[in-house]
Each structure stands twice: as C-alpha cells, then as structure tokens.
C-alpha cells in the first residue's frame, strides 16, 4: 500500500512569489494534516481535515496561506505571497480518522527554501 | 495547553551501547504519548506510543518507552543501537482535541 505522497519534494522561489504544495493520502483515510516544521524544531499543525472540512485552522496564517481539500482525497497547500521566513519542510500526514488514538502516517515532506 | 520538552539535544552513542532518549511533558490530566522517529529526507515514522495501562511500551525497531507520571517523563530506550538508529527523534503529547504536540528533536548519532 502507497503512503502519502507529497509533492514537489523540493522548491527554491524568490520571496513574494506564489508556491503550492499537493499531498495525496493514504487511501481510505478521511483525515489529513498538513504541518510546518522549521530547522531544528518539531512539527507544528498548521491545518487538519476531516474529509473536505477543515475542522482545525487555528494554526494557518490566513493572511498569505490557503489550503483546500476537493472531495476530500487530495490537498493543496498554498502560500501566496512568500516570505524569507516561510522557509521550512512541509508535511502532509492522515489518518483513518480523527481520533487521537489513530496513528497519523506521515508524508517525506516539501523543503521550501524562499530566497 | 499540553507541551513537551527534550532536553537533549544531539546524543552520540556507540554502536552496540544502549540509548535513552529523555521526554518531558506538560499536561493535567492524562496525556496520549508517542515517539516518532524521522530519518533524513524522510518522513516521520511512530515506534509507539502510550494511552493507558502497562507504563512500559514495546514499539517498533526494537525500542521501548517507559511512562512515568510522578516525573511527568516518557523516556525511550533501546538496549543496542545499530548504525541505522541514527535519526531525529521526536516525543509528541496529545490531549482530547486530537492535535498533537512535538518536541523540538533529539539527534542520535551512532558511531562505529
């Protein structure tokens, strides 16, 4: 069975400029996170989906980031405009379905490097 | 709002020699705990984790974890290290909203 997938696995742009990232979980499972992990540091949530609603986005800057989950398989991750310090690795993880018991299987992740 | 501490932040080991990683947390009633190992490039990977009974937990690749409360610690062990042990290793809490909180990493670095 395929796990997540996430892709591109790397992204270099120039400040101000739009970056998407896309995560395609794992089959069957109706929750999907994306997490912002910085150099040295943890992930952090950024958003969580159970099937296409987003039922955490505390976490999301709102101001530059969006996310979506169409039909609630795939997501995309958007930042528009980009800024120095968004550079970080990207991660997607789901699992079968919110419940804090359930592992959440995570993606290889976006290094985003914003120049 | 739950948090977790590991207070080490590179450790060396020899190949063969046990491992103890250390894990604090910060939580008033009765976390969810896990360990989650990330190899480079890699995404992260559960060795096990802890919900209730049995305070010592068997995971994956060997390693084990032992839940203490009255030190608020859930500390990983493993009794020898190979060299594909080395990684970054992340100690989570969650609390009844789902999320899940990380530490900032422990680096193991296995040497020959």
């Known amino acids: 069975e395929a796990g997540v997938v996430q892709s591109p696995r790397y992204k270099i742009i120039e400040k101000k400029q739009p970056v998407a990232f896309w995560c395609n979980p794992i089959?069957?499972?109706?929750?999907l996170y994306w997490y912002l992990q910085n150099l040295g540091q943890g992930p952090e949530l950024l958003i969580r989906?159970?099937?296409?609603?987003?039922?955490?986005d505390s976490q999301l800057p709102k101001d530059r980031f969006s996310a979506e989950r169409l039909k609630g398989v795939d997501s995309t991750l958007k930042i528009q405009p980009a800024e120095l310090g968004d550079s970080a690795v990207y991660l997607c993880?789901?699992?079968?379905?919110?419940?804090?018991?359930?592992?959440?299987?995570f993606g290889p992740g976006t290094r985003l490097t914003v120049l | 709002a739950q948090s977790v501490t590991q207070p080490d932040i590179h450790i060396t080991v020899s190949e063969g020699a046990s491992l103890e990683l250390r894990c604090n947390y910060s939580y008033g009633a009765t976390p969810y705990l896990f360990w989650y190992v990330q190899s480079p490039g890699q995404g992260l990977q559960l060795l096990l984790k802890y919900f209730s009974g049995d305070t010592l937990v068997q995971g994956i690749k060997g390693f084990e974890a032992e839940f203490k409360r009255s030190q608020s610690s859930f500390n990983l062990r493993k009794p020898s290290v190979h060299w594909s042990d080395a990684a970054e290793y992340f100690c989570?809490?969650?609390?009844?909203?789902?999320?899940?909180?990380f530490g900032a990493g422990t680096t193991v670095t296995v040497r020959a």
């Open positions: 993880a789901s699992s079968p379905r919110l419940a804090v018991y359930n592992e959440q299987f």
């Open positions: 089959s069957g499972h109706n929750t």
């Open positions: 989570a809490v969650a609390a009844g909203d789902y999320k899940l909180s």
């Open positions: 989906y159970e099937n296409e609603e987003a039922v955490d």
